[in-house]
Structure formats: structure tokens, C-alpha cells
Nanobody, 116 residues
């Protein structure tokens, strides 16, 4: 059964850092494009970052460039999101997504709260 499990969220002060993990199982992880999305209360879900199957190309939303880094370890079937210089407006539920051709899978999300 396909499964994506996010972890690493929590409460952090402004300017702090968090590293999110997405553990995948039930499909051939190395052939899928991985992405992180986020959704804040009252707002639409937005794309944060994307990394292709072999990890040679990444894309970021403009507001995250220079602060967030997406990566993957195909041997461990895991994707990561390193978040630095966090701001209160980064507060949201962060979701992991795996996509290939017409298939798309989602994790359950992990809460990130940036507050003093």
C-alpha cells in the first residue's frame, strides 16, 4: 500500500530552523518527482519546492528561495525539506507529495508553527 509519512514539524521561534522528513513506501520512490506543499488556515494549498526523481533539478516558490532546501535520498526512500530563517508567515501544515505521470500521492501533513 502506498504511504507517505511526514515528520519533523513543531514549534520554532522566528529565525529558527526545522528539517522535515517524508518517508515513502509502497511504490518505486526513485522514479517519482517529490514535492512539498503547505496550507495555512484560511488559505489555499501552495507549492513550496519540487525535486525530480534523480535529484538533479529543484524548483522553489519565490518566497522560499534562499531559505528552504529540498533534497532526497533514494536509498532511504525519503525526501527532506530544510527550512531556515523561519518567519511567522511560514506557519502552516506541510504536506509531502509524490507524482509520476497520472499518479499523485499525499501524506497526512505535519504542523509547523513559527512563534515567539
Amino acid at each position: 500500500q502506498v504511504q507517505l509519512v511526514e515528520s519533523g514539524g513543531g514549534l520554532v521561534q522566528p529565525g529558527g530552523s526545522l528539517r522535515l522528513s517524508c518517508a515513502a513506501s509502497g511504490f518505486t520512490f526513485s522514479t517519482y518527482t517529490m514535492s512539498w506543499y503547505r496550507q495555512a488556515p484560511g488559505k489555499e494549498r501552495e507549492l513550496v519546492a519540487t525535486i525530480i526523481n534523480i535529484g538533479g533539478s529543484t524548483n522553489y516558490a519565490d518566497s522560499m528561495k534562499g531559505r528552504f532546501t529540498i533534497s532526497r535520498d533514494n536509498a532511504k526512500n525519503t525526501a527532506y525539506l530544510q527550512m531556515n530563517s523561519l518567519k511567522p508567515e511560514d506557519t502552516a501544515v506541510y504536506y509531502c507529495n509524490a507524482r509520476k505521470l497520472g499518479w499523485s500521492y499525499w501524506g497526512q501533513g505535519t504542523q509547523v508553527t513559527v512563534s515567539s
